[in-house]
């Protein structure tokens, strides 16, 4: 059964400050792995790592992905009160289906 | 681009009463999912149509669930009878073949009570 493990479940920090989010998986036939913002109920889209070792950036988002430990993390700089959110990790498996398999999520909230 | 359209937002049923969802995808997408997220839970998959069939509905709990897509478009939850453990929100979602350009609507928060 694929599986999905995000830490910390939860963190809180100052605005300014710098946060890693973290995230484990064990699945069958990797393909990629995402990351979403989940704010109110539709998670939004962040990032899609296929390629170990290649970072993806947006703005003061950045996320790397370590095809040989299995993980990938998903940094956050200067952090603002707008980026209090839930962040998603799932991963697309391989085979006919694509569903995403998801972690808990990281509950981030930004104090001013 | 329009996004994935559902409705109703809110439900509030009683157990053993049904309740159906309905979710129109971005067009041109051919894959459309189903996902229930329990409070504090990440997203779980129901089921997946390809086109009008489904592909992978492993997940689901065919007792009480079902769901449909007809002309590879539009497509409807079902669920008879709920539970109170039913009570989440229902995610739809979809996106090309492969699972490019995945994008979720947002949602139905189902309460049973």
């Known amino acids: 059964e694929d599986k999905v493990v995000q830490s910390p479940l939860s963190l809180v920090v100052h605005e300014g400050d710098t946060v890693t989010l973290n995230c484990s998986y064990e699945v069958t036939n990797f393909r990629s792995l995402l990351w979403y913002k989940q704010e109110k109920k539709a998670p939004t889209f962040l990032f899609m790592l296929?390629?170990?070792?290649i970072e993806k950036k947006s703005g003061r988002l950045s996320s790397i992905l370590d095809k040989k430990e299995l993980f990938s993390i998903l940094n956050i700089t200067a952090t603002q009160t707008g980026d209090s959110a839930v962040y998603l990790c799932?991963?697309?498996?391989?085979?006919?289906?694509?569903?995403?398999?998801f972690g808990k999520g990281t509950h981030l909230i930004i104090q001013p | 681009e329009a996004g994935v359209a559902q409705s109703p937002r809110y439900k509030i049923i009683e157990k053993r009463q049904s309740v159906a969802f309905w979710c129109n995808p971005i067009s041109g997408h051919a894959t459309l999912y189903w996902y229930q997220q329990i409070l504090g839970q990440g997203p779980k998959l129901l089921i997946q149509?390809?086109?009008?069939?489904?592909?992978?509905d492993s997940q689901l709990p065919k007792d009480r669930f079902s769901a449909e897509r007809l002309k590879g478009v539009d497509s409807t939850l079902k669920i008879q009878p709920a539970k109170l453990e039913d009570s989440a929100v229902y995610l739809c979602?979809?996106?090309?073949?492969?699972?490019?350009?995945?994008?979720f609507g947002s949602g139905t928060r189902l309460t049973v009570v």
């Open positions: 149509f390809q086109n009008n069939g489904v592909v992978d």
């Open positions: 799932a991963v697309l498996s391989g085979g006919g289906a694509d569903g995403l398999t």
């Open positions: 296929t390629s170990s070792g």
């Open positions: 979602a979809s996106s090309f073949a492969g699972g490019y350009g995945y994008t």
